[in-house]
């Protein structure tokens, strides 16, 4: 399984940004799909997570009423569109895939290279 990540960028707090992960391998429409960020130097932290089908979706407290994931199996593509975007989100944002909707980080299977958020104040 091969993910890439895009849309990253440079916005200002208030803004809004739609990231994108495209999903390449065998069965991926089957597996579960997550956002995690990492601001440089801290720990890794799930964002949000969608399992296979889209019908079940969870968030980080920082994210709830701001960020919304969803997929489309037939593109093969999860989204992440961030709205009033915080200097706060400023890191690293990675999509990651696994068979199980995992509550750590370090549990899910598939990760890609990741894409830059910064959000200035």
């Known amino acids: 399984v091969q993910l890439q990540a895009s849309g990253g960028g440079l916005v200002q707090a208030g803004g809004s940004l739609r990231l994108s992960c495209v999903a390449s391998?065998?069965?991926?429409?089957?597996?579960?799909m997550t956002w995690i960020r990492q601001v440089s130097g801290k720990n890794h932290e799930i964002v949000a997570t969608?399992?296979?089908?889209?019908?079940?979706?969870t968030y980080a407290d920082s994210a709830k009423g701001r960020f919304t994931i969803s997929r489309d199996n037939a593109k093969n593509t999860v989204y992440l569109q961030m709205n009033s975007l915080k200097p706060e989100d400023t890191a690293r944002y990675y999509c990651a895939a696994d068979p199980q909707m995992r509550t750590i980080p370090s549990e899910w299977d598939y990760w890609g290279l990741g894409t830059q958020v910064t959000v200035s104040s």
């Open positions: 391998g065998r069965r991926v429409s089957m597996l579960a």
């Open positions: 969608v399992n296979w089908n889209g019908d079940t979706t």
